[in-house]
């Protein structure tokens, strides 16, 4: 049945209660703000854990490979050809031959771990998180093999610039007749990179492939294949024609399973938190029972009037119902102004707010990027919105099913 008009009116004004009425209003206007800050938060909180995995996933992609192919059988001596046919393999966008190793990096009296990676010129330009975000430098010398690039925050943390020397030590260097020497290696600095992500930022130096093979002792072999592949989401679809193509044993590792740990841990912790924050959703709607019933025993004597002039059990629930679902709803709406806003500039608040209190908010040191992110998915603030709601409708139901059931005798003899 329709709402009628004087349903919409004492829904109206019940929700302007008189000054015999204030707690009633308190609780009414402590329900609002619960849902709406409920919300919000839930919304602005979504957000930034989405545009937190999206952007460290973007990070990572960026710079390792979808998928590794590694050599089981002994040195990776035909890799060029091996990179020949995953090439031809539909969906496969680059195939990158590379030598990784991990070394001490040092500079005058600082000293830094760091992670070496060999690969050549024109694939290290293949790869725009790189190429793109030069600070200093370019890769025109490159390809000569006399210099590395390293990352800005590394570079900054040993004082170093372009055309200074680093001196890289390995562990695995020759063989003596007194055990293994390390490998001791000095090189100017060809560039700096910064691609926002504090731990390859302070962590990774580029070297020519060639001289890689050399400093690492490979041969002529590589320590593997990145493959990059046109949808990484699906990767576990590009496993068995890569096999194929490979044509002898190998080792594939894709970046699910390099990273499972580490994106599971996120996902457990964006559950969790979608899950506390409803609780604040849940007990603004336990907020608006508690007006209700409240709101119900006030206005007894004005129910059993209106039963007595013929208003039905349905119309007295209906108005008590839209009292709540008010409440509900604008608080819902605001929070979701309020959240998308928020989110929209998120950035811009976190600057203003390391401005006022003198602090550093979202430390990129231990967030690992250098801005805020957020990123907001349609269906999962419709979802929240949805649930909000939800909620806020289904707390009306018991206050009007009470003021519904109520005896207009009783009401007025008790009066």
Known sequence: MAFAKFEWLLAGRYLKPSRKEGLVSVIAIFSFLGIMLGVATLIIVMAVMNGFRAELLDRILGLNGHLIVQSTTGPFDDFDAVAER???VPGVVTVTPFVEGQVMISAGDVSSG????GVRREDLLKLPTVSDNFKSGNLDAFADGNGVVIGQRLATSMGVREGADVTLMSAKGPVTPFGVAPQVKAYPVLGTFEIGMSEYDAAFVFMPLDEAQLYFQKGQGVSGLEVMVTNPTEIESYRGPIAAAIGKPAQIVDWKQ??????????????VMFLILTLIILVAALNIVSGLIMLVKDKSQAIAILRTMGASQGAIMRI???TGAAIGTSGTLAGFVIGVLFCG??????QFLSEITGTTIFDPTIYFLQQ???????????????MALTLSFLATLYPSWRAARLDPVDALRYE
């Open 258 to 271: 390099m990273n499972d740990s580490f994106f599971n841990a996120l996902q457990v912790e964006r559950n």
């Open 345 to 350: 500039n998120i950035e811009n608040i976190r």
């Open 114 to 117: 760091a992670l070496v990676r």
């Open 320 to 322: 008590f119902f839209m």
């Open 86 to 88: 995953l090439r031809k």
């Open 372 to 386: 805020m992110p957020a990123k907001m998915e349609p269906s999962e603030v419709g979802a929240i919105v949805l």
